[in-house]
């Protein structure tokens, strides 16, 4: 169990962002009334509605009622509208997203007389720093192109961009691990990254493909799911009537950085070059269009190594020159090199990424999107650490990319909006060494006269090899009906996530030597060794559903509210063998997987308070509470299908004092089918092969947690915003471990992965 207060408050000066609403993602509604001085309905008049962002014009005829709805999918939020009617004037209205309007209302009153009137323009102040407003109650940061393009910061990596947003605390990346970020104290697993509206999980991007970056910290829209923390939900830029393009290059010298390290390998300085090509252009004006962007970095970072430290590094990583120059005189002498041919001078990190779109009008009502993306990745000089040997360290490289459909429809009142999303994703990272690791405590008396220990490591790297494969693939589909004044927009929608993960990778493959000094190390007597037996790839497979029902009222335009239900589940179609031993001594099922279902209410409001002349109004009271259930970490239920304790199941040897082997390197370097898979003879409890066995406790679900928010907004002469907002999150079902040897069968308190 989780929980968390969080309480932020922000104080802002920025340009004006505009709000976009949402059927899916970024499809606007425009809709309204076409009527004469007197009220009476104008049947027939031709309404058009032309995109100021996109120069894409749209258009729809008036019912009997006289009104119209348009659809207008990546519309940008500003149009110009014109209304013409036989034997009326002719009108033309801006219409522009003023707050977290669902639906662009406008209603308009047409002449009888075409009369010639003199010229009149009416010209309004510039509206400034008019955030992003989300649904009613959500809290979010609205982060476009002309706010990122500011920054020192990459707008394709989407995980930086949360880092922007209050609330949200960053989780840097490593060589294992990738960027993340938390909010309202849930496990960085637990967010969402969306990409026109479905999961991503790639979190990169060309910079100059991304459109627009919302980081929602707080959301009561049930159309959100599958996710406790935060969300990144990024739109794509496609092609217009205008025949557009942007190049951009960014570089990042390390002497123009200021950092007070005298040893450079282990200060932050590193020199990154980065190029961003985006090019879009009509094919049939109005019709079909294309826009494509690619992207392209370098990084380079001296390499992180044992031989790169001077004598202070040292002793401030805890170690001194004299132990150090010992260690590597006795690593040469058992025949290891200190370093690889294959490892590079230097550490490198490339990344390239590509996205192509097309977008294609196939009527007055129906839209096709459609979107392709790659990328790859090489880094030269990874798994690598302070006190490691370059030896130790290795190299990967990563492919993926994936294709995307969105097809928006309008019949009458009902739009539909249906998407599909398939991605491939492999990541290959090889060690330089193929050997044992070997790791040597060392304890120093410093120079300052302190005492210290550190763990210097040599050999083979006990995470590689290691190969994954991941797939993805996501169909939702939601319906929409609109009300005939627009008060309301009801809402059903639902979607499937279909994931599936392969690694081949085991842990500690080649074993690892423990020495509990120099001495030790000398004499050719390890403490301890382990390793890894009869491992097999892991294998991951988990199906996600939901569905959704809801509903976003505008009681007035000073007070709206969303509110509904969402109900989700899981299942993991993959099957563990079935050992009788374990359901015996402990009662628990090695070929069972928990599934589970929930349905989850939220409900959320956002009040206008005052009157502003331009602009929303200057006080926002926006709040709401509701549960949100998120995914549990594919790899509990990829330990499962390899532990299971029967012969066929991973089994790690251990072992210590006079059973663990003597180390012959030499021979582990010419063959490595020479490192041990055996204990020495000695006293039976030091030597141990045992397997190990997951099973899920049967109450097991996903994480979910209940979270409200409450939080006001004031603005001060249309420029400055002051924000404050306070959240409280209680995580539930939090994934554990809990060791059940010797307790029995009668332990079921708690979570167990």
Same mark, same amino acid.
């Given at each position: 169990m989780q929980f968390r207060v969080t309480l932020i408050a922000a104080l802002a000066v920025s340009a004006p962002v505009i709000a976009y609403g949402q059927v899916g993602s970024t499809t606007d509604i425009l809709m309204g009334k076409i009527s004469v001085v007197d009220s009476q309905a104008v049947v027939g008049a031709r309404v058009e509605a032309t995109s100021i962002e996109t120069g894409i014009t749209r258009s729809k005829t008036t019912d009997s009622d006289g009104r119209y709805t348009i659809v207008f999918p990546d519309g940008g939020g500003n149009y110009r509208l014109t209304v013409r009617a036989i034997g009326m004037e002719p009108v033309t209205r801006t219409v522009s997203r003023q707050g977290d309007e669902d639906r662009l209302i406008t209603d308009v009153a047409m002449g009888r007389t075409a009369t010639q009137l003199a010229t009149v323009q009416v010209r309004a102040n510039r509206q400034r720093n008019q955030d992003q407003r989300p649904e009613p109650g959500g809290t979010e940061r609205n982060l476009n192109p002309n706010l990122i393009n500011r920054l020192p910061i990459d707008a394709g990596d989407l995980n930086a961009l949360a880092a922007l947003a209050p609330g949200v605390i960053q989780v840097p990346g490593t060589d294992t691990t990738a960027a993340s970020f938390n909010v309202a104290g849930q496990p960085a697993n637990q967010n969402s990254i969306t990409l026109d509206g479905l999961s991503f999980g790639a979190g990169s991007v060309p910079s100059e493909a991304i459109r627009n970056t919302r980081v929602v910290t707080s959301t009561y829209d049930v159309a959100r799911?599958?996710?406790?923390?935060?969300?990144?939900?990024?739109?794509?830029?496609?092609?217009?009537?205008?025949?557009?393009?942007?190049?951009?290059?960014?570089?990042?010298?390390?002497?123009?950085?200021?950092?007070?390290?005298?040893?450079?390998?282990?200060?932050?300085?590193?020199?990154?070059?980065?190029?961003?090509?985006?090019?879009?252009?009509?094919?049939?004006?109005?019709?079909?269009?294309?826009? !494509?962007?690619?992207?392209? +970095?370098?990084?380079?970072?001296?390499? $992180?190594?044992?031989?790169?430290?001077? %004598? @202070? &590094?040292?002793?401030?990583? !805890?170690?001194?020159?004299? +132990?150090?120059?010992?260690?590597?005189? $006795?690593?040469?002498?058992?025949?290891? %090199? @200190? &370093?690889?041919?294959?490892?590079?001078?230097?550490?490198?990190?490339?990344?390239?990424?590509?996205?192509?779109?097309?977008?294609?009008?196939?009527?007055?009502?129906?839209?096709?999107?459609?979107?392709?993306?790659?990328?790859?990745?090489?880094?030269?000089?990874?798994?690598?650490?302070?006190?490691?040997?370059p030896h130790s360290g290795g190299d990967l490289k990563g492919t993926g990319g994936g294709g995307m459909f969105t097809l928006t429809s309008h019949f009458g009142m009902f739009i539909n909006e249906l998407r599909g999303y398939r991605s491939v994703d492999t990541r290959n990272t090889n060690g330089y060494l193929s050997v044992p690791d070997g790791r040597v405590v060392v304890p120093s008396i410093l120079d300052n006269g302190t005492s210290a220990i550190s763990t210097l490591q040599f050999g083979g790297n006990p995470s590689l090899p290691q190969e994954t494969r991941s797939t993805l693939l996501e169909v939702g589909d939601e319906i929409s009906r609109l009300t005939t004044a627009g008060g309301h927009r009801f809402k059903l929608g639902g979607l499937i996530n279909e994931q599936r993960n392969s690694v081949g990778f085991v842990p500690n493959r080649f074993g690892t030597f423990s020495f509990n000094s120099l001495a030790d190390f000398e004499a050719g007597t390890p403490t301890q060794f382990t390793r890894t037996l009869f491992a097999r790839d892991q294998q991951s497979a988990t199906d996600n559903f939901g569905g959704y029902l809801g509903d976003s009222w505008r009681v007035s335009r000073q007070f709206q509210v969303t509110y509904g239900a969402r109900a989700e589940g899981s299942r993991y179609p993959d099957k563990p063998e079935y050992n009788p031993e374990v359901e015996s001594t402990f009662g628990r099922r090695t070929d069972q997987l928990p599934s589970d279902f929930r349905v989850s209410p939220r409900v959320g409001f956002t009040a206008f308070i005052g009157e502003s002349q331009f602009g929303p109004p200057p006080l926002t009271l926006r709040g709401g509470f509701g549960e949100f259930r998120g995914t549990a970490p594919a790899q509990l239920f990829a330990s499962a299908l390899n532990a299971t304790g029967l012969n066929s199941g991973q089994a790690l040897l251990t072992c210590i004092g006079p059973a663990a082997p003597t180390p012959d390197w030499a021979s582990y370097m010419s063959d490595p089918s020479t490192i041990p898979t055996t204990c020495n003879g000695g006293v039976s409890i030091f030597a141990n092969q045992r397997r190990n066995v997951t099973v899920f406790d049967p109450a097991f679900s996903a994480p979910r947690a209940w979270r409200a928010s409450l939080g006001l907004n004031r603005r001060f002469w249309d420029r400055y915003s002051f924000s404050i907002d306070g959240g409280y999150a209680l995580g539930l079902s939090q994934a554990g471990q809990t060791d059940i040897n010797g307790h029995g069968a009668e332990v079921h308190t708690g979570q167990r992965g």
């Open positions: 799911g599958q996710f406790t923390g935060g969300q990144i939900a990024s739109t794509t830029r496609g092609g217009t009537n205008n025949v557009q393009g942007a190049f951009s290059f960014s570089h990042r010298d390390p002497n123009l950085e200021f950092v007070d390290d005298s040893n450079p390998s282990f200060g932050q300085k590193y020199n990154q070059n980065q190029f961003n090509l985006g090019v879009g252009a009509p094919i049939i004006k109005d019709r079909l269009f294309t826009f !494509g962007a690619v992207s392209f +970095s370098r990084r380079t970072d001296p390499l $992180l190594s044992l031989l790169a430290a001077d %004598p @202070l &590094t040292l002793e401030r990583l !805890g170690t001194n020159p004299d +132990s150090v120059t010992r260690f590597l005189n $006795l690593v040469q002498a058992y025949g290891l %090199p @200190l &370093t690889s041919p294959l490892a590079p001078d230097q550490r490198l990190n490339d990344n390239t990424s590509a996205l192509v779109r097309v977008d294609y009008n196939l009527a007055e009502d129906h839209s096709l999107m459609v979107r392709a993306d790659w990328r790859g990745n090489t880094q030269l000089g990874s798994r690598l650490n302070a006190l490691a040997l």
